[in-house]
């Protein structure tokens, strides 16, 4: 696991130890693992959210990531999907399918950029975050993560999807798709903006898939004790 991870939740101690909650709001949400303070509830949803994101770019920051998982892969936005799978059972759709893949290692390359990110969002939880996501259902914290990185994080991927799209050929494609869609009468056109709709259509898919396992570790933990892998863990997420 990345240091700064570490560094995350060994800072959360300096929370002042003394912020205790009030018991009637404590009981029956944090659990029974001993007396818990607001300090505890923090760390715990910190360890949590960095073992998701720890998980996430583990599993999709890397080849074949996105492409050979078939919970996250991209697919190609609207026409162009279907006109793939209109081509495929012909053996016509070599330039889609090639497409599609590029949108795919686009996303691989851009998860482990986002750490940093993730990294900033983590260490700003406050101890009302905390308590609001103890609180909150299966995806709470995956949900606040998403809330305090989507916008960062489009700004992020956006030159990454469009680099990775440029140096394999994919929006050159695009170009000769166009060309031959021009010449099929009554075919859809593609309009002046097919590129950019392309690369926002692959960011916009490559976040689901990085969150989508987030929340997966974060359900994981909340229900699976054997997944609670450090004392804190244990603790805010004990049963009741």
Known sequence: MDRR??????????????????????????????????????????????????????????????????????????????????????????????????????????????????????????????????????NAATTFLQEQTTPRLTQLFTPIMGDALGQTGALQGVDKLSGRLANVPFAPQLGADAKTNLISHGVDYGLRGMFAYIGKEEKAIRDNPAKRTSEILRRVFATA
Request: glycine share 12%; hydrophobic share 45%; net charge negative.
């Open 5 to 138: 991870f570490v560094l995350i939740g060994l800072a959360s101690g300096a929370l002042t130890a003394c912020e205790t909650l009030d018991p009637a709001v404590l009981n029956g949400i944090i659990g029974t693992g001993g007396a818990l303070t607001q300090s505890d509830a923090a760390a715990g949803i910190r360890a949590a959210l960095n073992n998701g994101i720890g998980q996430a770019i583990s599993t999709t920051g890397r080849l074949d990531g996105f492409l050979a998982d078939d919970l996250i892969r991209i697919p190609l936005p609207g026409f162009m999907q279907d006109l793939q799978q209109t081509l495929r059972p012909l053996g016509a759709s070599g330039l889609l399918d090639e497409m599609q893949t590029q949108l795919n290692r686009g996303a691989e390359k851009a998860v482990p950029v986002a750490k940093d990110i993730f990294v900033d969002a983590v260490s700003s939880l406050s101890i009302n975050d905390a308590i609001n996501i103890v609180r909150g259902p299966d």
